[in-house]
């Protein structure tokens, strides 16, 4: 079964930050997959939802929201793929993305951390890089503002607009994924909009 993976803290002070974005994008999924009902498995909120392909079949997937915090979200990653038995190539991580534009998003296979936490820890728990990934663009901080207060800041005016519009962008990333396979949505996700 394929196993989708929103990156977030858990708790109401880390709601609708830039860091939750992964968070932000299964939330989206879920409302638009029927998903009612969670779940706490293998240390994350876990639901059901069906996803209609592009071929008009309908196909259950896992969407899933780590509860540990982003540094340690390996450890419910890792146990989420053996427990729906998803190979780490089939897995689907969504995150926050620094280096990518405030609206936008890419998707790629494999590579490195790039200093994201979450993504560090999962490739460490997996003991492999091999996995799909939905880079949802936050930016840089302006001016002198550390990364840390940035992405843990709650987006404001025209910056909540590219924030939602990522979030957006993201989830049907994640449906094109699903359906058409990464060629294609990178064909129609990586290019400049």
């Given at each position: 079964?394929?196993?989708?993976v929103?990156?977030?803290?858990?708790?109401?002070?880390?709601?609708?930050?830039r860091?939750?974005?992964?968070?932000e994008?299964?939330?989206?999924?879920?409302d638009?997959?029927?998903?009612?009902?969670w779940?706490?498995?293998?240390?994350?909120?876990?639901?059901?939802?069906?996803?209609?392909?592009?071929?008009g079949?309908?196909?259950e997937?896992?969407?899933?929201?780590?509860?540990?915090?982003?540094?340690?979200?390996?450890?419910?990653?890792?146990?989420?793929?053996?427990?729906?038995?998803c190979?780490?190539?089939?897995?689907?991580?969504?995150?926050?993305?620094?280096?990518?534009?405030?609206?936008?998003?890419?998707?790629?296979?494999?590579?490195?951390h790039?200093?994201?936490?979450?993504?560090?820890?999962?490739?460490?728990k997996?003991?492999?890089?091999?996995?799909?990934?939905?880079?949802?663009?936050?930016g840089?901080?302006?001016?002198?503002?550390?990364v840390?207060?940035f992405?843990?800041?709650?987006?404001?005016?025209?910056?909540?607009?590219?924030?939602?519009?990522?979030?957006?962008?993201?989830?049907?990333?994640?449906?094109?994924l699903l359906?058409?396979?990464?060629?294609?949505?990178?064909?129609?996700?990586?290019?400049?909009?």
């Amino acid at each position: 079964m394929r196993v989708v993976v929103g990156l977030g803290n858990p708790g109401e002070e880390y709601a609708h930050t830039r860091h939750n974005a992964g968070f932000e994008v299964v939330d989206l999924l879920a409302d638009e997959w029927g998903v009612t009902y969670w779940k706490n498995t293998c240390g994350a909120l876990v639901g059901r939802g069906k996803m209609r392909r592009s071929d008009g079949a309908v196909e259950e997937v896992v969407l899933a929201k780590p509860q540990s915090f982003m540094n340690l979200s390996g450890g419910p990653v890792s146990r989420l793929c053996r427990e729906f038995e998803c190979p780490a190539e089939e897995l689907v991580v969504i995150h926050d993305e620094l280096d990518i534009d405030p609206g936008t998003v890419r998707v790629k296979k494999g590579g490195g951390h790039a200093g994201h936490n979450g993504l560090r820890s999962i490739i460490d728990k997996l003991g492999t890089r091999d996995f799909l990934r939905v880079r949802t663009g936050i930016g840089r901080p302006p001016g002198r503002m550390s990364v840390v207060d940035f992405v843990l800041a709650v987006p404001k005016k025209d910056a909540a607009d590219d924030f939602a519009q990522a979030c957006r962008l993201a989830a049907e990333a994640v449906e094109s994924l699903l359906s058409k396979g990464i060629s294609r949505t990178q064909e129609e996700f990586n290019r400049a909009r």
